[in-house]
């Protein structure tokens, strides 16, 4: 029986953001899904997905700023299960703009304040390195379709699905 090609086994997981990233990584399918087909085991993403498995990963995707201690615990289960973790976007390389709350004035953070307990949102939103380890950044709002495309193809030929 011949063995079956090796192929990167992926998570794509969003927090507090507009999921525009989310929506990039749709796009591409356009051009890459028959490709991707054959070198991508997409384990997780709401996305594309009904049935999500959240298990061991080469490569987790984490789109968006972490706004709540749920999202912390969340983002350091799937760190745990991932060899690599890219952080994708700038909500979730620098924080903002989901972290514009972090610049709000006095007054202006009174005003919120229900909706932050209401919700069991945290004081501050963080950037996703203030919770867990980040190997790769891909910046941009959204996110920078060429660079992303490059990181994936490193990963892929690092995880030796490709050769590079
Ligand atoms: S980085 Fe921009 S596009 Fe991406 S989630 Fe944040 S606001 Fe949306």
């Known amino acids: 029986m011949p063995d079956t090609p090796k192929k990167l086994r992926v998570g794509w997981f969003s927090f507090t953001c507009c999921e525009d990233s989310t929506i990039i990584f749709t796009e591409l399918l356009n051009d890459y899904f028959f490709r991707w087909k054959n070198l991508l ?64 004035d006095q007054a202006t953070l009174s005003e919120i304040k229900p909706i932050l307990e209401r919700f069991s949102y945290t004081p501050k939103v963080l950037k996703v390195d203030e919770v867990v380890k980040v190997d790769v950044y891909v910046a941009g709002c959204p996110m920078d379709e060429k660079k992303f495309l490059e990181v994936l193809d490193t990963l892929l030929v690092e995880f030796n699905v490709i050769v590079g």
Do not use: W
């Open 41 to 104: 085991d997409i384990r997780y993403a709401k996305a594309l997905r009904t049935k999500n498995i959240l298990d061991q990963l080469d490569v987790a995707f984490v789109e968006g700023a972490i706004s709540s201690q749920n999202q912390a615990e969340k983002l350091k289960k799937i760190r745990g299960l991932s060899t690599k973790l890219v952080a994708i976007g700038s909500c979730a390389v620098s924080g903002f703009p989901s972290a514009q709350r972090n610049l709000f």
